[in-house]
């Protein structure tokens, strides 16, 4: 006997279901529906849902939680051929996404009112000035002592220039200027007028020049004045250089020659005095009982053998000859003189004498113009009413 009880309680087997579709739509395909076209928005899903099927479903759900919550660490894949292709289509069947709603133009401003103009301040009173203090009275000028003198000697290849008190004595310090004899007499008066501003307070002026000078006048300038320089000779003949220089400086000035200035600093005072100079060339002064004599151009007298005193005792002569020989012609030249002056007493300056053998005679010494304060013979060219030959 068959058993029928079995056969009717055995399920009948499942119909496979498509892949994708849920339970109630077993049999949908028995019946088909039309479906309503879908917009652009559904079919870029659709084609983002094709484009996901290959993952599994939980993998593709954790991934999309994962991109949602932005935690997947991981650079987002590229998209594959199938999701492209699926983006073509849309494109060629015409899909548009809506365009951005375009904002509203904001309402144009209305034009500001122009501000009006502020009323004018009233003009303000000028306030009254306060008093100036009263100017504090100036410093009187410093004032000379008396008979401070400013001394100027006048050299070859410049300018040296100092102030001396009464007593001889130098008050501050010598100031040399670079100044080229001889210049056009003009230059040699604003060279001193320049060196008197930096000098201390002075009441009078002594300038000696290496030439002749007679009542403040250069009768002549030194021999050794030669070769182009020479033609400045004529300039200098007759020049009021004291008168000059009183305009000047506004003080009383003395010019007068170098050999003067020597020896009022180093005389005796008593008798017939000579003093010579031996530099680039031969100078000489004479005083009387402490009173500077007029001055003789003795450096242009001839000496011997046809040549005048400065040709044979100039520094020139002294270098050709030798020092021997230099040295034997000024013994002679004090010699001749002593016959023809008759001095009581000789002095003997100028740079030249350090080459000067310490035997010149029983009258005859040697002076050192820095040693015996030759500038000090400034102020004693004015003691007594002492108003040298050469004095302006």
Not at 230 to 250: E, K, N, P, S, Y
Not at 271 to 284: I, P, Q
Not at 291 to 314: I, N, S, V, W
Request: with cysteine.
């Amino acid at each position: 006997m068959t058993d029928t009880t079995s056969t009717s309680s055995t399920p009948a087997p499942k119909r496979p279901r498509r892949r994708g579709a849920t339970a109630d739509q077993g049999d949908a395909s028995a019946t088909p529906t039309r479906k309503a076209p879908a917009s652009a928005p559904a079919k870029a899903e659709a084609a983002e849902a094709e484009a996901t099927e290959a993952t599994p479903a939980p993998e593709a759900a954790r991934t999309r939680r994962r991109r949602a919550a932005g935690t997947t660490g991981e650079t987002p894949a590229a998209p594959s051929a199938r999701a492209r292709a699926a983006a073509a289509r849309l494109r060629t069947r015409g899909g548009r996404f809506a365009p951005a709603t375009p904002k509203a133009q904001e309402a144009p401003k209305e034009a500001e009112a122009p501000e009006a103009p502020a009323a004018p301040k009233a003009a303000e009173a000028p306030k009254a000035a306060a008093p100036a203090a009263p100017a504090a009275p100036a410093a009187p000028p410093a004032s000379a002592q008396p008979g401070t003198t400013l001394t100027a000697v006048v050299g070859r290849n410049g300018l040296s220039v100092g102030v001396v008190d009464a007593a001889g004595a130098p008050v501050g310090i010598r100031v040399e200027r670079p100044v080229e004899f001889p210049c056009a007499p003009e230059a040699l008066v604003d060279a001193l007028r320049g060196a008197s501003t930096s000098a201390p307070p002075f009441e009078r002026v002594t300038v000696a020049v290496p030439g002749t000078v007679r009542g403040g006048r250069v009768i002549g300038i030194a021999s050794w004045v030669t070769g182009p320089k020479a033609r400045r000779r004529d300039a200098w003949a007759g020049f009021d250089l004291g008168g000059a220089l009183r305009v000047a400086l506004d003080k009383p000035v003395v010019v007068t020659g170098t050999p003067v200035l020597t020896g009022a600093a180093v005389i005796e005072g008593r008798g017939l005095e000579l003093v010579v100079t031996l530099d680039e060339s031969f100078g000489a002064g004479m005083f009387l009982d402490g009173r500077a004599a007029p001055q003789l151009d003795l450096a242009g007298h001839q000496f011997r053998k046809g040549a005048t005193y400065a040709e044979q005792l100039g520094d020139g002569a002294r270098r050709r000859a030798g020092r021997r020989k230099w040295n034997r012609r000024v013994r002679l030249a004090l010699a001749a003189l002593d016959r023809l002056l008759a001095y009581d007493r000789v002095y003997v300056g100028g740079d030249n004498t350090r080459f000067l053998d310490p035997d010149l005679g029983d009258k005859a010494r040697v002076v050192d113009g820095d040693k015996d304060g030759t500038l000090g013979g400034a102020a004693r060219l004015w003691d007594h009413g002492n108003r040298p030959g050469g004095a302006g």
